[in-house]
């Protein structure tokens, strides 16, 4: 009888486990599911996000490819932001936890409970990546040593100006821009277009407009002290020297006369309404105004809204705040906190972060960027964002950047002087419109206000 | 301890010796056998998709999942149609209060911007209500007038409030802080709100779907409401889909309507995917259109973990016993659906549904199978190895004994592991070789042994009688051979049985021709007791 070969049955045996295992590699060879990152983010408030078509964008190309998904689920501003994710971090009621990725200030991963729950964006980027970044904004997003906010747009204040309207002022009282370079000159103007305003109505006393809006009072006396070369803050409340009361006087005698917007809510607001026609407000808030004006009668009506750099003090430095919220990463797995890093990356580099910041009224973060920025600005077909990248540039050119300090505390004297320095003016307001005519003593009852509101 | 190990040694032993037979070892072998070709069986059937099929199971989740959700979404839709119900009619009872007091119908209420702007503060207050309590992410209420009937598109730009959520960063709001989407600036100064970015001061009713048929007095569904399916709110990067309720005078007239938003971000929040090992489960609500599910018209949950866009029409490509597949623009879907009881514009009718990627799907279900024929193979393997081993083990040595028989090697001593062929060989043995004298059986030895010396304990006379029970006669035959009576031999007879320690003729004679035959009988005879010669030997 012929003998078998028992190696026959083993590679017999061999083929069919391989036939398995072939079937099981074929199975994890399929298009993985993505990691999915939550974003909230503040480019565009409420308005149709250029971010959100970037980041449509990024989830068809490179997060396709790397089985990334980006997926936003608040836009908001930073305010609100702050106060959800701070909701969030203490485990609020109501909360349903921080997403992967929020814009944040720094200031708001001072006031969390723990910063540590942050991504150490050192942990992926490589030192020769990070050299790609303007130092400076590297620094501003480090907290205790660690990287945790990562700059991808900065800003700084920028003037806007309802040239429309104001040519229209202009036309009756010899105003000129020029006049708006300096905050005296500024608030000169505010007073008289105020009774211009007023005047167009006879009929009705008491009806002027104001003329000016500041989106933070706050920024106001802070940059213009430090332009004048005192210290705004001493420990950590305000310190009231003279260089305060040389900033305080002009703004104070202006507002109380009705020449200043004290309403609370964002500068775009009365310029929307043909309220007020010049804010000092954050260069992204390009994007909130419109090329429309709606009175209070729903007329509307076309508008050309032009930039400048922000006025100074006479004999002041040019100094102006440098703003720009950056992303915070919350700790989670290594795939999802490599998948931040990744957009982030992909967010910066030079062609996508112009697109950006250009897109929502920012400056970029890499010098490659800027090398190239200024050939964006030559083809941007919005006027308003053309302005608006001149003054930019003349802003960088010209003057000197301010960045606010980091300490707990900053937060709440901000927020608690913004708040009262407008209702304790607008109360003044409302007593000289009423009949008061000492102006000086509202502006010194007012300033005492403020400052017996503030935290000792 | 020793001894326990000792005893189970022994058993062990015990067992390993004790002889299998053949019956019991072709059963197993054929019971491997058949093990084996059964779990062939199953691997087709599996590789085919037979039984262990994943499916149900599949089925199974997405049912308990849809289960779920569609009664969360009922209960939430049910909860925005009491709210905005309620709050057309607190509307509906102050602006018609309103107008009588004034003695004006709806249309008067044109051009007239500070009765427009008092409505709108009891719209404000009874919005303000809702939005708290009915936790939606938007109120709206407009009236049926315009606050300047001069300006263009005056025909579909109406007076109103549209309150929203600054944030909806979560599915539960305890405190809502509300911005001013559309409504007069004076409402938001008097409560301290701020203008939505893409504030305007009146609603335009061009993306109300249905609402120029209700201003005609045409097209009112038969539940009194209907939800309107997802739009973009215009410049914002949010969309909703809006319940929409009508609002009449006692007389019929048509004042305005009413309604709640449903955010898509709310709807994300509220709905979160719901990780399986089959890959993310996500929830979408949509209007049906020749049975496709339009997810461009309705919402998605969260679509975590799935490439799922918003902005997609889902066809159903393919259905089986347990789901359906759907068709989007990026992937295909595993999913299910249910009718979801609520009214849509024109008639318009709703789903909810649950979609799971079929990609992850299929890989599980590939994973399952795999796993599954992978532990059947493997069974297999397990069954046919044994067989193999068994044969070599048990079928060797068979055919081993054969071949020992065959050249003649001796047999029989126990080396066989099967008690047949042991058995065989024996009796192949025995009849090849008949036992020769003296070789008995140790015991049977012993007997004989016994009986001989038992023999010689017989006196003259009664081995006189026994020797002609040796040489074949019978009791009868006795008393006319020996010359003495009957009387006498059954006396000696009686000795005899005693002394050799047998209680019958029959046994006496039992072993006298045992001994016969074993060619044994010299050694019951005795030389010294030999008067008995005239006896004869062979009868």
Sequence with gaps: MRKRKPWIYIIGILVLTGLVMLTACGVSGGKKEPVTLTVWHVYGGQTDSPLNDLIEEFNETVGAEEGIKIQVTVVSNTNNIHDAVLRAANDEPGTNGLPDMFISYPKTVLAMPDPEILVDYRDYFSDEELSAYIPAFLEEGEIDGRLVVFPVAKSTEIMFIDKTLFDRFTADTGAALEQLDTWEGLFELSKEYYQWTDAQTPEVPGDGKAFFVHDYHFNYFQVGVESLGEDFLRGNGIAYGKAFSKVWKPYADAAVQGGVWLQEGYATEPLRTGETIVSVASSASVLYYEDIVTYSDNRSEPIEVIARSVPCFENGERLVMQRGAGFCTVKSTPEKERAAAIFLKWLTEPETNVRFVTSVGYMPVTDAAFEVLSDFIENLEDPKYRSLYEAFLETQSSYEFYTAPQFAGYLELEQTFEKNVRSKLRAACSSWQEGEEDVERLMVEALENVKASLPK | ?539
């Design chain 2, 1 to 539: 301890m020793a001894n326990t190990l000792k005893e189970f040694e022994k058993l062990l032993h015990l067992a390993l010796d004790r002889k299998v037979t053949l019956h019991r070892k072709l059963m197993m072998y054929l019971l491997c056998l058949i093990l084996a070709a059964l779990g062939i069986l199953l691997l087709l059937l599996t590789a085919i998709g037979g039984p262990l099929k994943a499916e149900p199971q599949i089925a199974q989740a997405m049912e308990s999942q849809l289960h779920t959700t569609y009664d969360k979404v009922s209960e939430e839709m049910e909860t925005y149609t009491g709210y905005s119900l309620q709050l057309s009619r607190e509307l509906e009872r102050d602006i018609e209060d309103f107008l009588d007091e004034k003695g004006m119908s709806v249309s008067d209420l044109n051009d007239r911007p500070e009765l427009l702007l008092e409505i709108q503060k009891m719209m404000y207050s009874e919005l303000n209500t809702t939005i708290r309590l009915g936790r939606s992410s938007g109120v709206f209420a407009l009236v049926n007038a315009t606050i300047n009937t001069q300006i263009p598109e005056a025909d579909q730009s109406r007076c109103g409030v549209y309150l929203r959520l600054i944030n909806v960063s979560s599915n539960v709001i305890l405190s809502p802080e509300t911005i001013l989407f559309r409504g007069n600036t004076e409402i938001a100064r008097e409560n301290g709100l701020e203008l939505h970015n893409r504030w305007n001061m009146e609603l335009n009713t061009e993306g109300l779907l249905g609402y120029q048929e209700l201003e005609a007095g045409l097209g009112q569904s038969e539940a009194g409401y209907y939800w309107i399916s997802r739009m973009n709110l215009k410049n914002t990067w949010e969309d909703v889909i809006l319940l929409l309720v009508p609002m009449y005078t006692d007389t019929g007239e048509f004042l305005g309507a009413c309604g709640i938003e449903l955010n898509a971000v709310h709807f994300s929040l509220e709905y979160p995917a719901t990780a399986s090992s089959y890959g993310s489960v996500v929830t979408v609500i949509a209007p049906v259109e020749n049975g496709n599910l339009r997810l461009d018209q309705g919402m998605a949950g969260n679509t975590e973990g799935t490439w799922l866009g918003n902005a997609e029409s889902l066809s159903i490509i393919e259905k089986n016993a347990y789901y359906s597949t759907y068709r989007s623009l990026k992937c295909d879907y595993y999913g299910i659906q249910m009718p979801l009881e609520i009214p849509g514009s024109s008639g318009q009718e709703w789903a909810v549904a649950v979609l799971i990627p079929r990609e992850s799907c299929d890989q599980y279900i590939l994973r399952n199978k795999a796993a599954i024929m992978g532990v059947i193979l493997g069974f297999v393997l397990i069954m046919i190895a044994l067989a193999w081993l068994l044969s070599k083990k048990f079928v060797r040595p068979i055919l081993q004994g054969f071949q020992d028989i065959r050249d003649g090697q001796q047999t029989g001593d126990g080396k066989y592991r099967f008690a047949e062929l042991e058995e065989l060989c024996r009796w192949l043995a025995e009849r090849g070789n008949p036992p020769e004298a003296g070789d008995l059986p140790p015991n049977m030895a012993e007997l004989f042994e016994r009986f001989a010396q038992n023999v010689k304990t017989l006196t003259n006379a009664e081995y006189n009688i026994f020797r002609y029970y040796m040489n074949g006669y019978e009791v009868a035959q006795i008393p006319t051979a020996a010359c003495v009576s009957m009387s006498t031999v059954k006396k000696h007879n009686g000795n005899i049985y005693r002394k050799l320690e047998i209680s019958s003729n029959e046994e006496l004679m039992m072993y006298l021709d045992l001994f016969r035959r074993c060619d044994c009988i010299e050694k019951l005879q005795l030389d010294e007791k030999t008067d008995v010669s005239g006896i004869e030997t062979d009868k």
